[in-house]
């Protein structure tokens, strides 16, 4: 993790960093003190690249926007007997048509513009034109957008036609999951406490908790610091400043924790034992108050 990047070399009457027009004494010395405090406690603590200002957080609210929006309208079309290839081309063409860039195809050699994963795919499936959804699957989605350099991620689960009992609780427990890290998130607070409050709901209701992924932080890039484990200790991580932004994007499986990412196309994670695997990202920014949810 970063370690704090120490105060920074302003007086009190000079202009913020943060772009506010404001003096620093009306404006972020009081934050400033604040993290200098807690890294003198020994806490981890976000330098201040990681701290998002308002005209950045402005900026992802329009990105996060068509990423709600690409979901919102996949979860209008989604149904039995179209391939996760279609899912692909209406996020593509909804993204471009307004203006953003998916921000998966071409990362790092992705080839879609989203990430489909259905069943005991745990992540990064690939769209495919031979993946047809058949009634009884579960998918989770997942749709990342780039509009003005500004980075969205969210991603939902759906559920074809009639599911078994068995995969609409893991869908449900899982979003529920998330809801109960959103519950831990304090503004001052630690990471630690939002992925041990995920990592208790699931493990409590007898399912497992994906370990080698997990959320990130997100803004000015696709991922930033911190990495969200939700295997983390209560107590324990980053620092919870204002500004920063972040996934909670928690992945949980039926069986066993262990994944297998042996496919050979590189990307799609199976669970190691081919149970059934769900997964919702959320992303938020901290405020003083609470957070703001920005995609969902
Ligand atoms: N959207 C994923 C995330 O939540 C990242 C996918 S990377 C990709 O972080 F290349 F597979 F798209
Ligand atoms: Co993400």
């Not at 405090?37 to 005209?55: C, N, Q, S, Y």
């Not at 921000?103 to 992540?123: H, I, Q, R, W």
């Not at 529920?176 to 831990?184: C, Q, S, V």
């Not at 007898?206 to 911190?226: A, K, R």
Request: charged share 25%; with cysteine; glycine share 10%.
């Amino acid at each position: 993790m970063n370690m704090f990047d120490g105060m920074p070399d302003l007086g009190r009457n000079d202009e913020c960093w943060c772009g506010s027009g404001k003096k620093y004494k009306k404006c972020h010395i009081d934050f400033d003190e604040k993290l200098e405090d807690a890294f003198r406690r020994g806490l981890d603590v976000p330098t201040h690249d990681l701290i998002k200002t308002a005209e950045d957080i402005e900026g992802v609210r329009r990105s996060a926007a068509i990423n709600v929006g690409a979901l919102d309208y996949v979860a209008e079309r989604i149904r039995p007997g179209i391939s996760t290839a279609e899912i692909d081309r209406w996020v593509h063409e909804y993204t471009i048509e307004r203006g953003a860039i998916p921000a998966p195809l071409d990362y790092e050699g992705f080839p879609k513009s989203c990430c489909t994963s259905v069943n005991e795919v745990v992540c990064h499936g690939i769209p495919s034109e031979d993946e047809i959804l058949k009634e009884g699957d579960i998918i989770n989605v997942d749709v990342s957008t780039i509009l003005d350099g500004y980075f969205s991620d969210s991603s939902r689960m759906f559920c074809i036609g009639e599911v078994s009992q068995e995969r609409a609780d893991l869908v449900r427990v899982t979003k529920e999951a998330i809801e109960a890290g959103l519950a831990a998130v304090k503004p001052w607070g630690l990471l630690g406490d939002v992925g041990a409050a995920v990592n208790k709901y699931a493990t409590e209701r007898g399912y497992s908790v994906v370990h080698e992924f997990g959320g990130h932080g997100i803004g000015l890039e696709f991922h930033e610091d911190p990495f969200v484990s939700f295997i983390a200790e209560e107590g324990t991580g980053m620092v919870l400043a204002p500004g920063t932004m972040f996934t909670i994007e928690p992945m949980i499986n039926i069986g066993g924790h262990r994944i297998d990412m042996s496919d050979p196309n590189g990307w799609t994670v199976r669970t190691a034992d081919r149970s059934d695997t769900a997964q919702w990202e959320v992303q938020i920014v901290i405020t003083e108050d609470g957070y703001e949810m920005l995609a969902w």
